[in-house]
């Protein structure tokens, strides 16, 4: 890979140049940048881009922008791979264990979102919208689970993973089905219709090394690649629960967590009961055997058994997590 020949499509030029993390860190003349292999078609790529931009413009500066090319594109195209450039952001990855930081990175979660809103991607950008796909989702995943259970009682011989499988998937099952009634008597489907006018957007992956938090402190948001158009709550949900693991389901960093956001960006009583849909549904546990039983991730045996254990350990205290949110917001 030829990364000065790269740079000098951005009309950048490297003066040096350091691996990090499966990219490359280039000190150019425009300052330091990150140069990498984007798996994205260049529709996704647009999208990505022109919503980076978008909020960029709308008051947030403290995000990954891409430069863009001298054919006026935020990639190209070298031997058939596709590159993209983007502003090196310096600074710390933020820990969810320290409270300044959670506190932090969920006011800078309800500002994106705020600035997000009402995005139209720019022509020939690729339809990346999440909106009104959850009923059909859940559904799919039940389905997924009911069948591996089925699969895997005919076996004749069963290994470790089948018979913990065996054990844990009916608590599951009924935890997903629970998360499923709650979407079902929830407002989403009018919240869906809102968000047709709104085009509220998504980060989908705000996590811990996607929030750069500098030496000044201040917070910047990385890595757009899983970005769409979705309900906030999403986001909210998803971040919430990636901290629960870390502290054994306390609900009071729960409700910290959703006011620090809610001081930002109101809250309302239906994406609560959203939020508590969410915290109900058993996404790790439905992933994690939907890789084993379908082969989608090359793990050994001992490395599923672990990742397996991650996700069942806290089964307890997500059922009385659960129990004691729905009891608080409803």
């Not at 140049?17 to 425009?30: C, H, N, Q, S, W």
């Not at 999440?130 to 076996?155: F, P, Q, S, V």
């Not at 054990?167 to 997903?176: H, L, N």
């Not at 009961?273 to 039983?293: A, G, M, V």
């Amino acid at each position: 890979m030829n990364i000065e020949a790269i740079a000098s499509r951005f009309e950048t030029r490297v003066m040096e140049i350091k691996p990090l993390r499966g990219v490359y860190l280039a000190y150019t003349d425009k300052g330091p940048k990150i140069i990498k292999q984007s798996k994205k078609e260049p529709e996704k790529l647009l999208y990505i881009h022109g919503l980076k931009e978008y909020i960029y413009k709308r008051g947030f500066p403290n995000l990954d922008r891409f430069l863009i090319s001298n054919q006026g594109l935020p990639f190209v195209i070298e031997k058939g791979k596709i590159f993209v450039m983007e502003d090196f952001i310096a600074g710390r990855e933020c820990s969810f264990l320290n409270p300044y930081d959670r506190s932090a990175a969920m006011r800078t979660l309800a500002q994106l979102h705020i600035y997000g809103q009402g995005y139209i991607p720019p022509t020939g950008a690729a339809e990346r919208n999440d909106i009104g796909k959850w009923e059909k989702n859940y559904l799919r995943k039940i389905n997924d689970l009911a069948e591996m259970k089925e699969n895997t009682k005919k076996k004749k011989h069963k290994d470790d993973f089948d018979k913990m499988f065996l054990e844990d998937v009916d608590f599951f099952m009924e935890m997903a089905w629970r998360a499923y009634d709650t979407l079902r008597n929830s407002r989403y489907k009018l919240l869906c219709k809102a968000a047709e006018s709104l085009k509220p957007i998504c980060h989908h992956d705000y996590t811990y090394h996607n929030i750069i938090i500098s030496e000044r402190g201040l917070i910047n948001v990385i890595d757009f690649d899983y970005s769409c158009h979705e309900l906030p709550c999403y986001d909210i949900a998803a971040v919430i629960q990636r901290v629960m693991r870390r502290f054994s389901f306390n609900i009071d960093i729960a409700i910290d967590m959703l006011m620090d956001y809610d001081r930002i960006k109101p809250i309302t009583d239906d994406e609560l009961i959203l939020i508590l849909s969410l915290s109900e549904f058993p996404q790790r546990f439905w992933r994690i055997t939907d890789r084993y039983y379908n082969g989608k991730t090359q793990w050994s045996k001992k490395k599923f058994i672990k990742k397996y254990h991650e996700a069942v350990d806290d089964k307890i205290f997500m059922l009385d997590f659960a129990n004691k949110l729905r009891n608080i917001i409803t």
